[in-house]
């Protein structure tokens, strides 16, 4: 089965995709696009698909991308199954497969047979990696047997804001954390605050672990490795990622972005995501200065995903 991806480079629509085409290839081939020109547009779609068969099966993610879908189906005749991992803002009849985030979910989309709801967004994680990964992450951070939280931070959006009062609250759970004997894993994405990474550089403990973006990155590991997560809420991948260790996660609570940045349904999203996570789901927990003890059942939500495509897939092939 020849699976493509169809994405821009940004790291959470290209997650997505390749966490779903990786069940079904294990080598699937990724087209990044990023937003251009419609002459531009063509010419690229054209000038990476030429001279090649026709993918089975093309799963975007990502408004850019659809108009590469587009591209792609009309060069190989339609013959493509296409899946698009959240709500198309073009031409949903594009689509042979739509699914759709629980938080992004709407009534029309009840009665809309191609249409299929999921839990967060799927992603490279699975159970049995972090397994696998266990053991030898927890001799690599803990080797004394220590309690250990990984602290996952990203950075400003349209929604949330890491302003100075949200910076010292995390420096200041960071600290509180080492001096109770947690063994801290920390980590900061691209849209980090440099702030915060020279502010946890200088806790200097050596139960205090932080990626410095530089060299391998142990993001895995520190999935694998933690007892409790600790997590901010201006993301939704991490935290669907953190989810497949069945380890209790706590959001971290970030200040609103102030106008004229903020935007009411970017924030309203994000709110819909933790309320479902917490109430309806059982991942997440506001934190609230401790560490909680709780459990969930752990569900391969991206497992499913595939699962499904492949069943239509299959239908479609034995009816042609």
């Not at 994405?7 to 990724?30: F, H, I, M, Y």
């Not at 839990?119 to 927890?138: C, K």
């Not at 980590?187 to 932080?210: D, F, G, V, Y």
């Not at 490795?225 to 959001?251: L, N, Q, R, Y």
Request: include cysteine; aromatic fraction near 10%.
């Amino acid at each position: 089965m020849r699976v493509w991806t169809v994405s821009e480079e940004k790291a959470g629509t290209l997650t997505q995709c390749l966490g779903v085409a990786q069940n079904l290839d294990r080598n699937p081939t990724a087209r990044i696009f990023r937003k251009q020109t419609r002459a531009e547009r063509i010419f690229s779609a054209f000038r990476q698909i030429a001279a090649e068969k026709a993918p089975d099966i093309v799963i975007s993610c990502g408004s850019i991308s659809e108009r590469y879908v587009a591209d792609i189906k009309k060069a190989y005749g339609g013959r493509s199954f296409t899946v698009h991992l959240q709500p198309p803002r073009r031409d949903p009849g594009l689509f042979d497969m739509v699914f759709v985030s629980r938080h992004d979910w709407t009534e029309a989309m009840e009665h809309d047979p191609k249409y299929f709801k999921m839990v967060g967004v799927p992603h490279r994680i699975s159970p049995d990696l972090l397994a696998a990964r266990r053991e030898g992450a927890r001799a690599r951070f803990a080797p004394g047997g220590e309690p250990v939280v990984t602290l996952l931070i990203g950075g400003s959006t349209w929604a949330y804001a890491f302003d100075r009062q949200t910076i010292e609250r995390i420096i200041a759970t960071a600290t509180d954390l080492v001096e109770r004997g947690y063994v801290v894993l920390a980590s900061t994405s691209r849209r980090s605050e440099p702030e915060i990474l020279a502010r946890l550089m200088e806790l200097n403990s050596p139960r205090m672990m932080l990626w410095d973006r530089t060299g391998d990155n142990p993001y895995i590991d520190y999935l694998a490795a933690a007892d409790a997560f600790i997590i901010t809420a201006d993301t939704v991948t991490m935290v669907c990622e953190a989810s497949m260790s069945g380890k209790p996660i706590h959001i971290f609570p970030l200040a609103r972005q102030a106008e004229p940045q903020f935007e009411k349904k970017k924030f309203e999203k994000f709110e819909r995501f933790h309320a479902d996570m917490r109430e309806n789901i059982g991942f997440a927990r506001p934190f609230q200065g401790v560490m909680e003890e709780f459990s969930y059942p752990v569900e391969d939500e991206t497992l499913r995903i595939s699962s499904l495509i492949r069943t239509a897939y299959e239908k479609r092939e034995s009816q042609s």
